[in-house]
């Protein structure tokens, strides 16, 4: 309850693969409504393709490249959504000089509609972060940080709701754990609250009280630790939570040809996505609707 409260005071102030869902065969084409998700990860200020001299990625990423991709796509289909899963500050000069202006203005141009906060995106403080802001013209989405006493305080939003072609998606917002991660100077009173706990909490107020046709988690706990499994990541929320039906990822700068199909708690097919760094691909899945809502999905990694 104190959760749930905590998460209404923040609002106040401030690959084909089924999903429980009928074979897409069977269903209604007239009625048919698709939804397009797209989202990158961890670009890292990255706003210039890397040159053609590059061993891995030559003349691939940069900006313009993405606008140009996104653009295309909502020609295909205007019912979009496009996300980021955070650390978009830090990694080259443009952020050094201007502190992630250029980088949220960016985003803006390319209609952003919301993110999550990363790690990385405290480089300059707290403050830093603040001071950028204004430049985005989309909602920074975050449950699990506390910023009651700090600068950010009814700044950024646990979950928010669109709505596409009829269709309502709740989108919440999850961070890593800070502490031993970030200097504590950078991110100050920032309280880091239970992922598991919150997903709970908010899925299942997205999902029954909202009534949401779909709930997407922008998360940047990383998609999965090798070396210690049962550490938080969104393979482990995954699997202990439900409601929610796509995680996207960032952090481990993860590189997935495809969603993974996981079973949550539930044994309910839900997807987790990441599509490595640097801009250099940009995540699709689509989710298609029957005249009943009904949901399957398909997902990929486009290179940029």
Known sequence: MERRQF???TIATGSLISMGAIPLASCERNTEKRITILHT???????????????KYPNIGGVAKRASLIETIRNENPNILLFDAGDIFQGTPYFNYFGGEVEFKMMSKLGYDASTIGNHDFDNSIDGLEKQLPHASFDFLIANYDFKNTILEGKTKPYK???RDGIKIGVFG????????????LYKETVYLDPIEITQDISSLLKNDEKCDLVICLSHLGYFYKRSPESMS???????????DLII???THTFLKKPT??????????LVNQVGCWGVNIGRIDFIFDHSKNISSKGTSIIV
């Open 234 to 244: 969104d393979m482990t929320l995954a699997k202990k939570t439900k409601n929610v």
């Open 261 to 270: 199909v996981v079973k949550n708690i539930d044994n309910r097919n839900l």
């Open 161 to 163: 709701i669109f709505y």
């Open 41 to 55: 990860n961890d670009v890292h200020s990255h706003i210039e393709s890397f040159p053609n001299s590059h061993q």
């Open 7 to 9: 998460l209404k005071n």
């Open 174 to 185: 999850l961070g890593i754990k800070l502490n031993g991660l970030v200097d504590p100077a």
């Open 249 to 251: 990822g960032g952090h």
